[in-house]
DNA sequence: CGGATGATTCGGTGCTCACCGAAATGTGAT
DNA sequence: ATCACATTTCGGTGAGCACCGAATCATCCG
């Protein structure tokens, strides 16, 4: 046991908030973080075309993003595969993204018009289901006592019951690094989707099931004629979930 | 049902991820928050003498921070009151902190490496209690069935028992805006201490029954004798947790 | 009514950093 | 070997912004 020393050479260790926040303050690092949501791993050119940035600048973003820790690079031959970190930066990217204000872009084209609204209907976050259908499906178990009351992050017995029913695996014990049940605000309908491990692994059982099937380089989920009478079967989750051609402009704030 | 038409202009939103960041990427500005994490209301003043800059440059400050959403103003006479928005920003910050890399400061004064030893034992984490203490808790209340395995943020039957076996209010029916119990990260430890509204309501049953008590203008706790009696029956905690001359310093990461 | 105090406005300064293009590096394919 | 392709390095440029001091405004106090 030592004791204080004036005269000593001495520190003490802050956390950093403004250095991380400073990776996050540039809106094409921003953009690349968003993008990357969708779990999978990007090459650089591809993040470079997405910004609309020089290659050049894109790496620049790159060697900060992941000298600070946020993502995490693979190289491959001529190639630079980054992803994001883990399920932590990803929940505070999103958790972030929920409390951010909404900024007006313009739409250009038809085709991004409905690429806009498939994103807002049906979309992976990470490694779960969000979007207006991922809102649906804590709705409905809430609503069914699967969930803990409102967004309280609670797993009922009736929960747990109905996801082995399911066929779901357990997510195991509840993992030392992961949290067993949790929500975080969706940024296109402002409302709670599941995330966690239980999130992840609904949206594993979905894929598996044919419930719903992921386009390839982008986030969207599309659910199938199998998934829609599985959602209204298991929890009677209405059509505007299921079409995403119901699906609406998010309010105004 | 609107449909989409190619000529008229159109608009969609996105979350500004960017913005919100560029607010805490300032080191004034995210000192000033981390302030603010005491929960209480500071001046402008005072918050540019513990920024160590120019009144006119917090003046700046405050105003983005403010009309950012992240901050709630309240003028008083020729006073500016700040404190935080409400708990959502309050928990964003605590990940965020848990989740940057960790800077070295150097400590000038022996009061300061005190000052800081205070905090690392025991401190409010805007209306919760964090530091060693905190961690204990979460650590103590784990290990006697009281809370969901790890850190999963499960509160047990037991464990509601105990709490109003405490006399704690129930914490209300979890209310629609505030998770009921929840965990963050805490920054000096590194490890996981409970807020949520049930850590919310453990605080203030702590303070009302003298088993802490609070430093003016910092978020310093303090154990009262009657706290360590309390603490160590309720919850066995052991003395690491319950004298700060025996907080260390945190473990290198 | 002064005079003290807290906060704000404004002009100006220096530094940081996002960006690009051109050239260079390294890897894969022919 | 040679060409194509993905990425990186580097120099230079321009914009944004954190900061201060001096002056001003508003409020409280004697």
Not at 18 to 34: E, K, P, S, V
Not at 66 to 78: F, N, P
Not at 156 to 165: C, E, I, N, P
């Amino acid at each position: 046991m030592k004791r204080w020393d004036a005269d000593q050479e001495s520190v003490a260790e802050t956390p950093d908030l403004a250095a991380l926040a400073a990776l996050l303050a540039d809106r094409t690092r921003a953009a690349i973080c968003m993008a990357l949501l969708d779990g999978g791993a990007w090459t650089a050119g591809e993040l470079a075309e997405y910004a609309a940035v020089a290659p050049s600048t894109t790496t620049e973003h790159l060697n900060l993003l992941v000298s600070g820790g946020l993502l995490a690079e693979e190289r491959r031959g001529r190639r630079r595969y980054v992803r994001l970190a883990g399920p932590e930066a990803a929940e505070t990217l999103e958790n972030l993204a929920g409390l951010a204000p909404y900024r007006r872009v313009p739409v250009r084209s038809l085709a991004e018009a409905n690429h806009r609204r498939a994103l807002h209907h049906a979309r992976t976050c990470y490694d779960h289901i969000a979007g207006a259908l991922g809102v649906a499906i804590v709705e409905a178990m809430s609503e069914r006592g699967l969930l803990g009351r409102d967004d309280g992050p609670v797993l009922t017995a009736a929960g747990a019951a109905w996801l082995t029913g399911l066929g779901v695996p357990d997510a195991g014990p509840p993992t030392a690094h992961r949290a067993h049940v949790r929500t975080c605000l969706d940024w296109t309908v402002r409302r709670r989707h599941l995330s966690g491990a239980v999130g992840a692994a609904l949206y594993r059982h979905a894929l598996e099931h044919g419930w719903v099937v992921k386009a390839v380089a982008t986030r969207i989920l599309t659910v199938t004629a199998a998934g829609r009478t599985a959602f209204r079967a298991q929890l009677g989750l209405p059509d505007e979930a299921l079409f995403p051609s119901l699906a609406l402009a998010p309010p105004r704030a």
